[in-house]
Every structure is written in structure tokens, then in C-alpha cells.
């Protein structure tokens, strides 16, 4: 059973830190950062994120038809990766 903080940096972007408003109504977080898809880049690994999430995390992302993917830098083999961001609309299914 994988955690979904396992998927942070390969399948969605990694959570840097959280923090609120003084008041304490708004919650912020911190997302590495990455870069929106130039028009007519490659995106179909975007299925393959969003299945892996779903199948192997329990997590379906309920809001994707803007696409909410960015690539990111992946340091281990010096290329690009795309994630998913905007992940507040969600179901988990496990």
C-alpha cells in the first residue's frame, strides 16, 4: 500500500511547505515549481500519471479538464517529467 507523499516529484508536484492566514481561514501550500505545456507539446504521459495515481495511490483527480499539468525538472535524470497540480478536488478510492 504506497502512500500518496511517494507520488511528490513523479506524479504530482512535491509540497514544499503549508501555511495560513492570520486569520487562520485560508491555508496556502507550497508546490515545486515547473512550467505550464507549450502549445502543441507532447502531453499523453498525462493519462499515465492520472491512471498511476488512481490505481496504485487511490487517488482520482476530479478536476483535469483544463489539464492541470506542469512539467517539472527531475534531478535524477537531468530531463523534464510531467506531474499533476491542483490536486483540492479529489476522491480517494482505497
Known amino acids: 500500500n504506497l502512500t500518496l507523499e511517494a507520488a511528490g516529484g513523479s506524479l504530482m508536484a512535491t509540497p514544499l511547505f503549508v501555511s495560513e492566514s492570520w486569520s487562520g481561514w485560508i491555508k496556502f501550500i507550497g508546490l515545486q515549481l515547473g512550467r505550464d505545456p507549450l502549445p502543441g507539446e ?6 499515465n500519471v492520472l ?4 490505481n496504485e495511490y487511490g487517488f482520482r ?3 483535469t479538464e483544463d489539464g492541470n499539468m506542469i512539467f517539472v ?3 535524477k535524470t537531468p530531463s523534464e517529467r510531467l506531474v499533476a497540480i491542483d490536486l483540492e478536488s479529489h476522491t480517494m478510492i482505497k
Open 51 to 54: 491512471s498511476t495515481l488512481e
Open 42 to 47: 507532447d502531453i499523453s504521459e498525462r493519462i
Open 61 to 63: 483527480h476530479d478536476d
Open 73 to 75: 525538472f527531475d534531478e
